[in-house]
């Protein structure tokens, strides 16, 4: 995934700019950066790998010696961020959020007209250079922004930073937010909404799909109207976003509060307590808990003091131990009771799995768990996350292969998202027996879209239904 922040100021920015980015740390694990551009003495920019150490202490530096009036930064899983141009426009600095699918037919069509790209250590191709060389591609930044919003087959937010301010340039399917914030000496841009609070920043809008504005520290100026069709990432409250933000005015903990809220009115089981896997399953718990009026407890807490989110090995099976190793049980909550869990959602399984036999063998009765949203069954196409993975690896893939005795076709494949068919029953059953949960229950796609509370249409729901 990823996340982004600008700041444009009469005064220096650096230090909303550096706190901004930082409230985007649960976005991020691997690398972050920073640009600047200052009147006197032009372009500035300092790029980290945040894998073992926080982005506050790997950017400590720059945020004592770096000077401009406009700013950039951001967090991110992938490429290193943001990139400096030099071109017919002029020098600028841009940053991404999205996926690009089409990323090498892209490549192969700009290269043509004698243009070079450097390869990142994995062999790929930078993605937010490749969104620059677009850009580049037209006469002027507007046009250059709108032709690679129409080409990129996925997703793409961006924010670009030039001498004369800084364009804002959301999805233009507006599968990721960008929202803009203003206080008496300028303004700011973010994907989360909640990063320019504590900075003095009030809400000033959202843009909305495909909308193009620049902000300078003198105003907010909208440069290419929104569109009307939205398809936002639904996992955006489920999982990803902090619990005090908001997307088109949907606040992530009530959201999570309704999901919860929604799953105890379906069930049926009586368990001693109610827990969260923390931290994105507190809230869908607390929710439970408040409808069904079981108690909410912790029956272990997540040790994060020197464990932070950014500190996770790439090779899976090392994820999974360092995932375990910072949960610390709490046996007087556990032992002899029957637990109902709620995690955010179901990915591999292999955590959960491991969660649970923890409870289990720390004297827990009974494990029943609860996941926020419908069984993922279909890659993500739009943005990269960090969860996100191969078909093939998800639960419900492999189980559904299990059953079927093969790869089912896309109809077949249908039958297994609907939580009314026999199909869907049988796959929960079996990935219930697998993970050596107690029950299993998920929750349905349609009390799920209704916890967000704004019209399907404007949701995407694709790696639960597959319907784009």
Not at 291 to 300: H, L, N
Request: hydrophobic share 35%; proline share 4%.
């Amino acid at each position: 995934m990823g996340g982004f922040f600008a700041a444009a100021s009469k005064d220096d920015c650096v230090f909303d700019l550096f706190f901004g980015v930082d409230y985007h740390s649960h976005l991020g694990t691997r690398r972050a950066g920073m640009a600047v551009y200052s009147e006197e003495t032009g372009f500035d920019r300092s790029i980290h790998n945040i894998e073992n150490a926080p982005f506050r202490t790997k950017f400590t530096k720059e945020s004592n010696e770096m000077r401009g009036t406009l700013g950039i930064g951001c967090i991110s899983d992938y490429e290193a961020q943001p990139v400096l141009i030099r071109s017919h426009h002029g020098t600028f600095a841009i940053t991404t959020v999205g996926k690009i699918n089409n990323a090498d037919e892209i490549a192969d069509k700009i290269i043509k007209s004698n243009t070079h790209f450097f390869e990142m250590q994995s062999g790929e191709i930078n993605p937010t250079e490749l969104v620059a060389a677009i850009i580049n591609q037209k006469e002027n930044f507007i046009d250059g922004i709108r032709y690679a919003q129409e080409i990129v087959d996925g997703s793409l937010s961006m924010l670009i930073l030039t001498p004369k301010g800084i364009y804002c340039a959301r999805d233009k399917m507006g599968r990721t937010p960008i929202v803009l914030g203003k206080k008496e000496n300028g303004y700011c841009a973010s994907f989360e909404s909640f990063a320019y609070l504590n900075l003095g920043y009030t809400d000033y809008k959202e843009l909305g799909p495909g909308e193009i504005a620049v902000i300078t520290a003198d105003g907010a100026k909208t440069l290419v109207a929104p569109g009307k069709d939205m398809k936002i990432c639904t996992f955006l409250w489920i999982y990803y976003g902090y619990p005090s933000s908001s997307y088109e005015g949907i606040s992530v903990e009530k959201m999570r509060y309704n999901c919860g809220k929604a799953l105890a009115k379906r069930d049926n089981v009586k368990p001693d307590i109610v827990a969260g896997v923390p931290d994105s399953g507190t809230a869908h718990a607390i929710g439970y808990s408040n409808e069904s009026k079981i108690p909410f407890s912790r029956p272990f807490v997540k040790y994060t003091p020197t464990w932070p989110r950014s500190f996770m090995p790439t090779h899976q099976s090392k994820r999974n131990l360092i995932a375990k190793m910072k949960l610390i049980p709490v046996h007087d909550l556990i032992e002899g009771k029957s637990l109902l869990l709620i995690d955010d959602s179901i990915v591999r399984g292999t955590q959960l799995r491991e969660t649970t036999d923890f409870l289990y063998a720390s004297g827990a009765k009974e494990v029943h768990i609860r996941p926020a949203c419908p069984p993922l069954v279909f890659g993500c196409k739009y943005l990269n996350f960090s969860r996100s993975t191969s078909e093939m690896e998800l639960i419900t893939r492999r189980v559904i292969k299990e059953l079927e005795g093969g790869e089912p076709d896309e109809e077949t494949l249908k039958q297994y998202t609907d939580p009314d068919s026999e199909k869907y029953q049988k796959m929960v059953d079996k990935i219930c027996e697998t993970l050596h949960f107690t029950s299993l229950r998920y929750h349905r796609l349609d009390d799920m879209i209704e916890s967000v509370g704004i019209g399907a249409d404007k949701l995407c729901t694709y790696c639960w239904n597959g319907e784009e």
